[in-house]
């Protein structure tokens, strides 16, 4: 697994963000040397995955050729492998042609999934929001873990980070990516500090130009910060942090939600109920005080690395214990 991520400019993965990852932002992702991810559900019809897989094997192969010094990250597709996803079998179908090198999986772990993808060589990381979870991913035959820790944008857990990663790092050794609120370089540097080779990162991606969301919602994370968070199951039956200001603009008041029917829970695999919900009620993690404005992928991804070089010489200015011989 690590070796697969071995281009990587820094260790982060961008986070599969629902409506709003597309092709032009895994491209630009993975060209500035990260990891760019996106739901296979982005791709509507299903038929236009397909579509999606040639162009972004196509332009990230173009790239390479063109910068052999400066090679593209690998990219990722997300599959939900809850049973309310119909598409599951013909997007993994696709995802097996065009031999993707990474699969995220949300919402259960399947061996069958596992087994398709490890059929060609890629390799798989499983969401967790909690170490039962992570057994079961890896039992199930998961490369990689994706510890979803408090203060994430969209379907979260509420687990602090150092707690969840040190109840994982306890038992696996293996590939771990963590999220909840990072956003900076800074942060990166502290994910790795806690035990995670990759820092997972969603939100600060929404406010770039590349991204597939209204301006208004790049403007929303703008001016808005941790406080300006709300986390319910209301809208697709599973908790997550979503934009209060958002929650008031459909006419809710974001302090007296209800709960949500999780009978009903609906990622937007065939029906529009899930897919008008995310598009009117603005998914969001708690890092965003770190975002001030909208810039390209590329200049966010080069801002990031920056403030993570920055950090390491802080941290060594800071230290204490460091001895003299550094």
Same mark, same amino acid.
């Given at each position: 697994?690590?070796?697969?991520? %071995? ?157 969840? /990663? ?43 130009? %590349? ?8 403007? /929303? ?33 974001? %302090? ?42 590329? %200049? ?27």
């Amino acid at each position: 697994m690590l070796r697969t991520l %071995e281009r990587l400019r820094l260790p982060v993965i961008g986070a599969p963000l629902f409506t709003i990852s597309h092709p032009e932002l895994v491209i630009a992702q993975c060209t500035a040397g990260i990891v760019g991810a996106f739901p296979a559900l982005n791709a509507r019809p299903a038929t236009m995955l397909d579509e999606w897989l040639h162009r972004i094997t196509e332009e990230l192969a173009a790239w390479d050729k063109a910068h052999p010094e400066r090679p593209a990250a690998p990219f990722a597709v997300n599959q939900i492998v809850h049973k309310s996803n119909t598409r599951l079998e013909q997007d993994l179908e696709l995802c097996v042609k065009w031999r993707v090198p990474i699969s995220i999986t949300s919402l259960g772990a399947r061996e069958d999934v596992n087994q398709a993808v490890h059929s060609y060589g890629g390799v798989t990381l499983h969401d967790v929001i909690n170490d039962r979870f992570a057994h079961k991913a890896i039992e199930k035959g998961a490369d990689g873990l994706i510890a979803v820790a408090a203060g994430a944008g969209g379907h979260a857990g509420t687990l602090s980070p150092f707690a969840l /990663m040190q109840e994982i790092r306890a038992w696996f050794k293996g590939p771990v990516a963590l999220s909840g609120a990072i956003a900076s370089g800074r942060s990166i540097l502290a994910a790795l500090a806690m035990g995670a080779d990759f820092a997972y990162i969603g939100s600060a991606f929404i406010a770039t130009r %590349e991204a597939n969301a209204e301006e208004a919602y790049k403007e /929303m994370i703008v001016g808005c910060d941790g406080g300006d968070i709300v986390y319910t199951d209301l809208f697709t039956g599973v908790y997550g942090n979503y934009l209060k200001p958002s929650v008031s603009k459909a006419g809710l008041d974001p %302090e007296k939600l209800p709960k949500s029917d999780h009978a009903a829970m609906d990622f937007g695999a065939g029906g529009d109920s899930a897919t008008k919900a995310w598009r009117d009620i603005w998914g969001c993690g708690q890092g965003i005080g770190a975002i001030h404005d909208v810039p390209a992928a590329a %200049e966010l991804i080069g801002r990031l690395e920056g403030e993570y070089r920055a950090a390491f010489d802080d941290l060594a200015l800071k230290n204490p214990f460091r001895t003299a011989s550094g």
